[in-house]
């Protein structure tokens, strides 16, 4: 997708998405076969629920209806989150990610999967499990050495939560619904 397509569709879509006090996190338009396919990733600190997803589906449709930033070219409309696996690339990411595994790729080569204590402007406080039977150990980590960050799956969390109960079972209905609407 060209900057000034991207540009033109953020511009369109960014004020839709934050009416409904959500995040615009990606816009991606990506070839399927003959049609286009243009994908818009929403976040928030809660989460998104499925009917909000629909909401703005109809909302952005209407709108791309509206305009000719899609051109005539068919195209198929997807709004969904970011997914269980999601890569951490602002600080609002990291806020949201507190409390949970990350993988972090550090500028320096190494590689750590911490737990994420807290967020803030220069960088992060997490937790490094202990390994066969030593206690974890605290680390603050810049964001300035941090080349990539992804938050991990967890299957037995500690906060009781399933990361794949809960994060993919939204992203596949999230993802069901909207081809259901396409």
Do not use: W
């Amino acid at each position: 997708m060209s900057t000034t397509q991207s540009d033109r569709l953020r511009g369109l879509l960014e004020p839709l998405v934050s009416a409904k006090d959500l995040d615009l996190e990606e816009i991606e338009v990506s070839r399927a076969g003959r049609r286009r396919v243009l994908r818009i990733v929403v976040d928030s600190d809660q989460g998104v629920e499925l009917d909000t997803c629909a909401e703005l589906s109809r909302a952005a449709s209407e709108l791309l209806d509206e305009s000719d930033a899609m051109g005539e070219e068919e195209y198929v409309l997807e709004v969904t989150s970011p997914g269980a696996e999601r890569p951490l690339t602002e600080l609002r990411h990291y806020q949201r990610a507190t409390g949970r595994l990350a993988r972090l790729q550090l500028n320096d080569g190494d590689e750590l999967v911490a737990r994420i204590l807290k967020a803030d402007d220069e960088g992060i406080d997490t937790e490094i499990p202990g390994v066969k039977g030593r206690k974890p150990t605290a680390r603050r980590i810049g964001f300035a050495e941090i080349a990539k960050a992804r938050v991990e799956i967890e299957f037995n969390r500690k906060d009781g939560k399933n990361d794949i109960a809960a994060d993919s079972e939204n992203d596949i209905l999230n993802d069901m619904h909207n081809e259901e609407e396409a």
